[in-house]
């Protein structure tokens, strides 16, 4: 049994345009940094590594993730909105000649076409939980579950300006 040799990957190996295209476009199709490593054939430390040392491989990687990011970006406002859809329905429909007879290929059988029977605009209503991740992680300090309060350790009752109207009347 033969081992295969198996050549060492560098980093120069991927930062020629090819290769550059190849990590932004593995990026663009939602490849995790550890996926991409092993499609280079690199441990994931590697990668990590080489997007400190060599700029180019990072934008690569930015610049693919930033597309999908940018449709899931839309795809959660587009659910948190809600939107419209149209639903076409078609029909298997036997064409027929002058004569109304149905018409038949070399072999014998009916020629058939799809027709569009019928086209419904349908809504798909807004989202709340789209919504409220939307909130969450757009405007956290008024959405967020856990809000901060900071006591000073006093309680005002109210007592202390009471009393002090009440000395004031006194007197």
């Not at 049994?1 to 560098?10: A, D, E, H, I, L």
């Not at 070399?106 to 076409?113: N, Q």
């Not at 000073?152 to 009440?166: A, F, H, R």
């Given at each position: 049994?033969?081992?295969?040799?198996?050549?060492?990957?560098?980093y120069k190996d991927w930062v020629t345009e090819e290769g550059l295209i190849k990590i932004e476009g593995w990026a663009r199709d939602g490849l995790i940094n550890e996926d991409i490593s092993k499609e280079i054939g690199i441990h994931p430390s590697t990668l990590y590594d080489w997007q400190n040392k060599y700029p180019e491989i990072a934008e690569a990687l930015k610049r693919g993730k930033d597309v999908i990011d940018r449709q899931v970006e839309n795809a959660l406002l587009k659910r948190a909105?809600?939107?419209d859809y149209k639903e076409v329905t078609q029909e298997r429909i036997i064409k027929?000649?002058?004569k109304g007879d149905p018409m038949t290929d070399?072999?014998?059988?009916?020629?058939?076409?799809m027709v569009t029977t019928k086209v419904v605009t349908k809504q798909v209503t807004p989202d709340t939980t789209a919504q409220i991740f939307w909130l969450k992680?757009?405007?956290?300090e008024q959405w967020r579950d856990k809000q901060q309060v900071e006591h000073?350790?006093?309680?005002?009752?109210?007592?202390?300006?009471?009393?002090?109207?009440?000395e004031q009347l006194k007197e």
């Open positions: 049994m033969t081992k295969k040799k198996r050549r060492n990957v560098t909105l809600g939107y027929k000649d002058i070399l072999h014998g059988f009916p020629i058939a076409e992680n757009r405007k956290p000073s350790g006093q309680i005002d009752t109210g007592l202390n300006k009471l009393n002090s109207i009440l």
